[in-house]
């Protein structure tokens, strides 16, 4: 019987649809020339066009969001925690903790790391996320007060405010709380394409801090 293709993803089913081209020029004996070029360079076109899409759509949410979800490890035990966050230039995540939190602890034992970004107040449907993997670590002094202004910055966007709200890392250290930073090296979405919500696509973390960057 013929395959079904309901529910399959549209870059898939023009993918399928290549195969097969190919697949009949191989029996048949005959060459496809310009039209599988062509083929080729839509598909590379899409690929393309969704790429910027999943960037943009990333930002979208990383930027409209307050606290990402944590996930830290050691000796085997899992353990995620609510930060509030900013991002850096180069997009590496920025959050204020206690030495003394239990992510904390994981971190100075185990900084491989992994948070994600959602549209919490959305429907199951048509929620949408981003998940990252990394590296996580304490902020080292002589880089501390740069990337606590950037923190308070975004918690207190008006300056009149913010000037009320100096950060200090000194006395957050004094009062046993320090910074911490998290380096994305992969990141992906939601894949809303997929009628079964379970399928993950892959975001182009080069793109996305170029993209970022340039914002």
């Known amino acids: 019987p013929p395959l079904?293709?309901?529910?399959v993803h549209p870059e898939f089913r023009i993918l399928l649809g290549f195969e097969r081209l190919r697949s009949a020029e191989r029996r048949h004996h005959f060459k496809l020339g310009s039209t599988v070029d062509s083929i080729s360079a839509i598909l590379a076109s899409m690929s393309k066009f969704t790429s910027h899409q999943s960037v943009q759509t990333s930002l979208s949410i990383i930027?409209?969001?307050?606290?990402?979800?944590?996930g830290t490890s050691?000796?085997?035990?899992?353990?995620?925690?609510?930060?509030?966050?900013?991002?850096?230039?180069?997009?590496?995540?920025?959050?204020?903790?206690?030495?003394?939190?239990?992510?904390?602890?994981?971190?100075?034992?185990?900084?491989?790391?992994?948070?994600?970004?959602?549209?919490?107040?959305?429907?199951?449907?048509?929620?949408?996320?981003?998940?990252?993997?990394?590296?996580?670590?304490?902020?080292?002094?002589?880089?501390a007060q740069a990337l606590a202004d950037i923190l308070y910055d975004r918690r207190f966007p008006d300056p009149k405010e913010r000037?009320?709200?100096?950060?200090?890392?000194?006395?957050?250290?004094?009062?046993?709380r320090r910074l911490y930073r998290f380096h994305p090296t992969n990141v992906s979405k939601v894949d809303l394409d997929d009628p079964a919500g379970v399928s993950r696509s892959a975001v182009p973390l080069d793109l996305l801090k170029s993209v970022h960057l340039a914002g």
């Open 63 to 70: 930027e409209s969001s307050d606290y990402l979800s944590l």
């Open 4 to 7: 079904s293709l309901s529910g």
């Open 163 to 176: 000037a009320d709200h100096p950060a200090n890392p000194e006395y957050w250290e004094s009062t046993g």
């Open 74 to 143: 050691s000796n085997g035990q899992p353990w995620v925690s609510p930060l509030y966050f900013a991002v850096t230039p180069e997009l590496d995540f920025v959050a204020i903790s206690a030495v003394s939190s239990r992510h904390a602890r994981n971190l100075r034992s185990n900084q491989s790391v992994s948070w994600c970004i959602f549209l919490g107040s959305e429907p199951p449907e048509s929620t949408d996320g981003v998940y990252f993997e990394g590296i996580g670590e304490e902020v080292e002094p002589d880089q």
